[in-house]
């Protein structure tokens, strides 16, 4: 029998249009944190395009591995845990082995206190990140993140697993906007533009969780979604084609888009993005 391969951004593209068109009735058939872990990007994926960019490594724009312990509330924790993990993946991905050792003490700390540590394999996330295999290191974060999602939605804290995932994006457009900031780069400014998408399926699952922090975090992140509004990204859809490969169907897509990105917009949300994630690691 052929095997039907559809790339990984086609997969994750394709799920996000259907989420949006099911709307809130998806919430059904999947919980809120199984639902932004799929269409998500990941803060690995992120931080090698920052890195292929050839953007230098830069150690001051991360989050002080010093300052895990000093995070209080279980979704202060949360949050910083998705904080830490990108931090993590972005030391990783430049080889930096000390200050991985560092965030990865970071996240074990803050794991073991939200009563999480026994799903990560420190030692397999240690031996990945020293051989840079970014593929396999993938595939070791999205089995860890399923893990502790059952264990946050077995336990009610399904808010938990979807504030440790809004940590981690805000960290990674964090990140990218830091280097944007220093470095021109069209693929940059792009993939900043790009998370508009993002951020539009992100903030319904937000505004169902009536704490405090979640509605201050939804109120900023509104704030930021304003802003990604000036930001245009027209779509042409082109054909859809199959052939075989050796067995297998492969499945090419000629869909391309365009940004219209005004620098004053771009600065402006790339200002509001740091705002907020100084708020979540202070």
């Known amino acids: 029998m052929n095997k039907v391969i559809i790339s990984h951004l086609t997969k994750k593209l394709f799920l996000g249009t259907f989420l949006i068109l099911l709307g809130v009735n998806v919430q059904a058939q999947k919980n809120n944190g199984e639902i932004l872990g799929n269409i998500m990007p990941s803060p690995v994926e992120l931080s090698a ?18 300052k895990a312990e000093g995070y209080s509330s279980k979704y202060a924790r949360a949050l910083n845990l998705g904080v830490y993990s990108t931090d993590l993946g972005y030391a990783a991905i430049y080889k930096e082995n000390t200050d991985a050792f560092m965030y990865l003490n970071s996240v074990r700390k803050i794991a073991e206190s939200l009563g999480i540590g026994k799903y990560i394999d420190y030692a397999n996330i240690t031996k990945l990140a020293l051989e840079n295999d970014l593929n396999a290191l993938l595939d070791e974060t999205t089995r860890t993140f399923e893990e502790i999602n059952k264990h946050f939605q077995k336990n009610g804290q399904d808010e938990l697993s979807v504030a440790m995932l809004a940590g981690g994006w805000i960290e990674s457009l964090y990140l990218t906007c830091e280097i944007a900031k220093k470095k021109q780069s069209k693929v940059l400014d792009v993939r900043i533009a790009e998370q508009q998408l993002v951020l539009s399926q992100l903030l ?30 027209d779509y042409k859809e082109g054909e859809v084609t199959t ?19 005004n620098p004053n917009d771009l600065k402006k949300i790339l200002d509001m993005t740091g705002k907020i994630r100084a708020k979540i690691v202070k």
């Open 49 to 66: 395009l920052i890195k292929d960019v050839g953007a230098s490594y830069d150690k001051s724009i991360l989050n002080s591995s010093d």
């Open 204 to 233: 319904p699952i937000l505004r169902k969780y009536k704490s405090s922090d979640m509605k201050a975090l939804t109120y900023d992140l509104t704030g930021l979604q304003k802003l990604y509004k000036n930001l245009k990204i």
């Open 243 to 261: 052939k075989e490969v050796n067995g297998e169907l492969i499945v090419q897509e000629s869909t391309t888009s365009s940004i219209k990105i």
